[in-house]
Each structure stands twice: as structure tokens, then as C-alpha cells.
């Protein structure tokens, strides 16, 4: 990797292993720039609120997704939604509230938040600018049985 303009460059790096699946072929890995794929605007939500997911949600190959969560000022998730999966946030740009569990906490660039599976959660991007986080979430893998699996 080489940065090769004055401004800071990022990285953030996730480590996971591998959950194989008999049957289904190891994914080919991904390597994009969020420029080259274009944002999924969610239902309902007038386009305050998109997902750019790099990773076909239909392949199931992948035990991982790692999308780019975007808010623009206003943008909210209107529910309180819960997953069957872990899940990890971290905030790349602008402040927002979010809702883990019953308590509304202040987030902003550079937090991290570790949800656990079923967490009830929503999220309210009030501006001034655009809210986004890296969304990591294990896919298409049932949960271990017991912890000798893992």
C-alpha cells in the first residue's frame, strides 16, 4: 500500500478466521475502494440512509461482510432492529446518537462498538454533516453449538 497525497492515511484492519463450509469454494478476496462500488439507499428512508456493501449478500462463499453505513443529516433507523449475529461498528465521519439496548449513547468519528448478538439498536444522525461507519457482521454461518467449534 503506498499513500501517495499529504493527507493521513487509514487502515483498519478486521481478523477473522475463515468459517469453511463443505460444498461451497473459498470467496475470491475483495479489494475496492468504496469510489468504484455505488451506495444501496435503504427503503423508506428518502436515500438519508445507505449501505455500500462490497460483498454479494446472495454469495454465500463469504462468513463475513464488511459495507459502509451512510446517514446524511436527519437520517435515522427507524426501528429498533436486532441481528443474529456480532457485530462491530466503527464511525468514520461525523456524530450521531445510537441506541444500544435501551441507552442512547453520543458516537463520533473514531468510536468503535462491539455489538453482541440481539442487541435492540437504532440510530439518529442529526448533522451538521454526513454520519458513516464501517459495518463488520459475521453471514450465512449458524452459531457454535459449543466452544470447542470456535
Given at each position: 500500500?503506498?499513500?501517495?497525497?499529504?493527507?493521513?492515511?487509514?487502515?483498519?484492519?478486521?481478523?477473522?478466521?475463515?468459517?469453511?463450509?463443505?460444498?461451497?469454494?473459498?470467496?475470491?478476496?475483495?479489494?475496492?475502494?468504496?469510489?468504484?462500488?455505488?451506495?444501496?439507499?435503504?427503503?423508506d428512508?428518502?436515500g438519508?440512509?445507505?449501505?455500500?456493501?462490497?460483498?454479494?449478500?446472495?454469495?454465500?462463499?463469504?462468513?463475513?461482510?464488511?459495507?459502509?453505513?451512510?446517514?446524511?443529516?436527519?437520517?435515522?433507523?427507524?426501528?429498533?432492529?436486532?441481528?443474529?449475529?456480532?457485530?462491530g461498528?466503527?464511525?468514520?465521519e461525523?456524530?450521531?446518537?445510537?441506541?444500544?439496548?435501551?441507552?442512547?449513547?453520543?458516537?463520533?468519528?473514531?468510536?468503535?462498538?462491539?455489538?453482541?448478538?440481539?442487541?435492540?439498536?437504532?440510530?439518529?444522525?442529526?448533522?451538521p454533516?454526513?454520519?458513516?461507519?464501517?459495518?463488520?457482521?459475521?453471514?450465512?454461518?449458524?452459531m457454535?453449538?459449543?466452544?470447542?467449534k470456535?
Amino acid at each position: 500500500m503506498h499513500n501517495r497525497s499529504d493527507e493521513t492515511a487509514r487502515f483498519h484492519r478486521l481478523r477473522k478466521a475463515y468459517e469453511a463450509v463443505p460444498g461451497l469454494s473459498e470467496p475470491d478476496p475483495i479489494i475496492t475502494n468504496e469510489r468504484d462500488v455505488a451506495p444501496m439507499p435503504m427503503p423508506d428512508t428518502e436515500g438519508r440512509w445507505s449501505t455500500t456493501r462490497f460483498a454479494d449478500p446472495q454469495d454465500l462463499r463469504h462468513d463475513m461482510h464488511v459495507n459502509i453505513v451512510t446517514f446524511a443529516p436527519g437520517g435515522v433507523i427507524p426501528f429498533a432492529e436486532t441481528h443474529v449475529m456480532e457485530h462491530g461498528l466503527y464511525v468514520l465521519e461525523g456524530k450521531a446518537v445510537y441506541r444500544l439496548n435501551q441507552d442512547w449513547v453520543e458516537v463520533e468519528a473514531g468510536d468503535y462498538m462491539w455489538l453482541r448478538a440481539f442487541c435492540p439498536q437504532a440510530c439518529y444522525a442529526g448533522g451538521p454533516g454526513r454520519f458513516r461507519y464501517l459495518l463488520y457482521k459475521d453471514v450465512n454461518r449458524h452459531m457454535p453449538l459449543s466452544l470447542s467449534k470456535r
